[in-house]
């Protein structure tokens, strides 16, 4: 049996001659960056393919998501409800912009976050709930929203997973006060390096515009104090060529997950994440959950793959509470679900390219991991 090296995901790339033929343009013009045509170009074909109103372009995820929360211009040390069952960006973010994370407990059939918890960690300081679309799944977007209703918030995304998932017939940008998108070399689309904000109010693109280029709006007019947050033309380009073909990378996704599912569904200590009915899929990632009836542990079995050159990933361990920047100042929440999960979870090889027979091989170890 081949012992080739099999990582847990792999980048999702245009042909060669396609990319070259596309930046050709680029030497003719040396115009390589500050929002150029082939930005402004993905921005507007983003748009239509998300179905979202209003479309930021960024130099990554994190970046787009800093850049939210700063666009609403909330008061220092003011408090955002979040999740810390995500990657370390999204605590990142918040505590960035000089805010105080406040984490609530997630469900433990899916692993968004926990609705029926939110209202109680609502204070005076609270000003916005920060949500996360764990692989992909949809949180509840409806109970978030009337919370956010009823005490005046803001509502964020982060929807790092979610590209071109739709819920309700609407794309998943569409919900909230905004959402940000990762386009990392990792996801189901990228742009190299790469993300977005989206969001219904014209007036945040202005705010993010500013945000993103030093807040220049003239030769010599500078109206905000802004960063550099501005997506490369090179990016853009890699961006343009890989959404012509994001539909069938998912599609190939669909195929590696399904096989996946009918050969894992029944093994004893094997659980599979709940979806939210209404919403669509793109088949991001793969995660299991590894529970104590499996009869080892999470970690035994991502070394057990390790040993047979599989590369498996413990996504998300430890949260991002529980990390050492943090200094144990969150040690004692109440968020059971989520740290069950981070012990349990581990995502497995899923990109479009993967071999069935190479599936074959992690399913096997997994189903005789114990013999």
Known sequence: MSEEK???TRSSMPDYEEYIEAIKPLWETHMITNMGKFHRQLEEELKEYLGVPGISLMVNGHMALELAIQSFGFPEGAEVITTPFTFISTTHAIVRNRLQPVFCDVKETDGTIDETKIESLVTEKTVAILP???YGNVCNTEEIQRIADKYGLKVIYDAAHAFGIRYQDRGIGCYGDASIFSFHATKVFNTIEGGAVTFSDPKIYDKLYNLKNFGIRGEELVVDVGSNAKMNEFAAIMGLCNLKHVDSEIEKRKKIYDYYINN???????????QR???TRNYA????YVTDEYGCSRDELYEKLKEKNIFSRKYFYPLTCDQACFKN???NLDINNARRLSDGILTLPLFS????QNIDRIIEIIKNVLL
């Open 329 to 331: 100042k969150y040690k």
């Open 132 to 134: 996360v679309h764990v």
């Open 277 to 279: 009915a209404g919403a």
């Open 353 to 356: 390219s993967l071999s069935l």
């Open 264 to 274: 894992l569904s029944e093994i004893k200590g094997i659980r599979l994440l709940e």
């Open 285 to 288: 990632y793969m995660p299991v």
């Open 6 to 8: 099999i990582l847990v």
